[in-house]
């Protein structure tokens, strides 16, 4: 059974930083590839950024590449989501998801994701 646990979320002032991060438990022979998604109510779940299982593959949305980055130490089976410069419209519950891939696989589309964490708000306040 594969669970996500993420964490770091919070209030923050505009400008300000977070860093979320990802415990993934699951099989130790396989990689997992993990992304981190974001959704308001009413509104379509959006891809924020997304690692393959060894880290050596990364993307991040193209608006967000400025100011967001993603990583994993898979020694700790933890994906760390560093955001930095926040701005308002960056509020929003923030899940990341995983699933079963190869080492160089990377996964950006939501619906390929098998395994999902509870959600960690995160607002940004002006």
């Known amino acids: 059974q594969v669970q996500l646990v993420e964490s770091g979320g919070g209030l923050v002032q505009v400008g300000g930083s977070l860093r979320l991060s990802c415990t993934v438990s699951g099989r130790a022979d396989v990689y997992y590839a993990v992304g981190w998604f974001r959704q308001n109510p009413g509104k379509e779940r959006e891809t924020v950024a997304a690692?393959?299982?060894?880290?050596?593959?990364?993307f991040v949305h193209y608006s967000m590449r400025d100011r967001f980055a993603i990583s994993r130490d898979n020694a700790k089976n933890t994906v760390y989501l560093q955001m930095n410069k926040l701005k308002p419209e960056d509020t929003a519950v923030y899940y990341c998801?995983?699933?079963?891939?190869?080492?160089?696989?990377?996964?950006?589309?939501?619906?390929?994701?098998?395994?999902w964490g509870q959600g960690t708000q995160v607002t940004v306040a002006s």
């Open positions: 690692i393959s299982g060894s880290g050596s593959a990364t």
């Open positions: 998801a995983a699933v079963q891939a190869t080492a160089m696989g990377l996964v950006t589309q939501s619906s390929t994701y098998t395994h």
